[in-house]
């Protein structure tokens, strides 16, 4: 190994904190334009179209399932080759499928616009981030840990943007908008700091020298991954049936509409907090407490959520666990996968963890709709709570087993 001064040591390290700045900011403006845009648009896009929120929403629901599909190949390709082509490649089809949609005038063509978006937020949402982080970046935890606090503000920052566009503007300026935003902005952050990085780092590429099988088939053989790949269904399942029902399953309690918007605007800042709490630990972040913390956090605040609770206290004790608990689940999905399997084939081995994940996704805002004309909400939060409370043990046994060489 060459020799480093320290001026060039510190000019590296300098580098790659900019790359851990620069990356963040893309995935802020990433999530906030190609994932919540659709939250933002879809409203006046159905007034004015007089589509039925289920013709829309099914775009979504095919949208994450091939993001799901998708994942894998992706983080095949960036453990061989890096995040430069698909990261940059993933930002202008972004762009270019966004000022698409500005067009759009029949559901099938809506559908073929979103079909296509599952590839890009395969692309270039936090899996390959993370991917990128992990292979370049010496205090990748803490980097990872950076990357999903900015991303977190995605939300706060471009829903409301995108309202007050559509508001002066209309929905087809909003969506060409933010394709212009991703075509320039993130394609520039990706194409010019993703040049010269790593597809993996110097322990993982001294793993691949010293092993010769496959390191998602090495995972695949153990129940672990099995196990992980439960855990991380039940918790998007969870957490997107709440997302998609919460204002009408309060509703239903009769809880007013100001206690209602208050409980839901409380659960943005508690991810954020939750992921905040972990700055101290940098480096040291011990990814399987902090797994079975975040699942013990979502578990708690759906009991209280089940039990009843129609009150504003109450509530916000279920924003602060929930919200809280789903923030430190983004930095686990980032971090546990090489504490238990090792550090070979990271993208590779997140991605195929992904497919269970985003198919959870899919299916939890129509799934928890069938499953609310059955049994009632009172029954739909019985069965997640049911769900989180396996997932819960299954993550306890996960993060016990020991670790792969």
């Not at 605040?301 to 509530?315: D, F, V, Y």
Request: glycine share 12%.
């Amino acid at each position: 190994m060459l020799h480093r001064g320290p001026g060039e040591g510190k000019f590296l390290l300098m580098r790659e904190w900019r790359l851990v700045i620069w990356l963040s900011l893309a995935q802020m403006i990433s999530w906030g334009t190609l994932f919540y845009g659709f939250a933002v648009i879809v409203g006046p896009m159905e007034r004015e179209l007089g589509w039925s929120k289920t013709e829309i929403y099914a775009a979504a629901s095919l949208g994450l399932m091939v993001s799901g599909l998708v994942a894998l190949p992706v983080g095949a390709w960036m453990d061989r080759h890096g995040g430069l082509l698909s990261m940059t490649g993933g930002s202008v089809l972004g762009g270019l499928l966004m000022i698409a949609w500005a067009f759009v005038e029949t559901p099938a063509q809506f559908y073929a616009i979103w079909i296509a978006m599952g590839a890009v937020l395969a692309c270039v949402l936090y899996s390959p981030g993370f991917a990128v982080v992990a292979a370049n970046v010496r205090d990748w935890k803490r980097g990872i840990l950076i990357m999903t606090f900015l991303g977190g503000l995605a939300s706060t920052a471009f829903i409301p943007l995108g309202h007050y566009i559509n508001d002066h503007f209309g929905w087809r300026t909003t969506a060409i908008i933010w394709g212009a935003v991703n075509l320039t902005v993130c394609v520039a952050i990706h194409l010019y700091w993703l040049r010269g990085t790593r597809a993996k780092g110097e322990a993982a590429a001294q793993a691949d020298a010293n092993a010769s099988e496959s390191a998602l088939k090495l995972a695949m053989q153990r129940p672990a991954f099995w196990g992980l790949g439960f855990v991380y269904f039940v918790y998007n399942f969870s957490v997107n049936s709440i997302t998609f029902h919460l204002i009408g399953l309060l509703g239903e309690r009769d809880v007013d509409p100001d206690t209602i918007m208050l409980v839901w605007a409380a659960i943005g800042p508690m991810q954020v907090a939750g992921r905040m709490s972990l700055f101290v630990f940098g480096s040291q972040i011990n990814a399987r407490l902090v797994a079975r913390v975040a699942m013990a956090g979502l578990l708690i605040g759906m009991a209280m959520l089940a039990s009843g609770a129609a009150t504003l206290a109450p509530l916000l004790m279920f924003a602060f666990f929930h919200g809280a608990g789903n923030g430190l689940m983004t930095i686990v999905k980032g971090t546990i996968a090489p504490d238990i399997f090792g550090p070979r084939a990271y993208a590779t081995v997140n991605g195929a963890l992904t497919v269970p994940h985003q198919f959870a996704a899919a299916a939890a805002p129509v799934a928890a709709a069938a499953l609310w004309g059955v049994f009632g909400y009172d029954g739909v939060l019985l069965i997640l709570l049911g769900l989180l409370s396996a997932g819960f043990l299954a993550m306890l046994a996960v993060t016990s087993v020991r670790r792969a060489s």
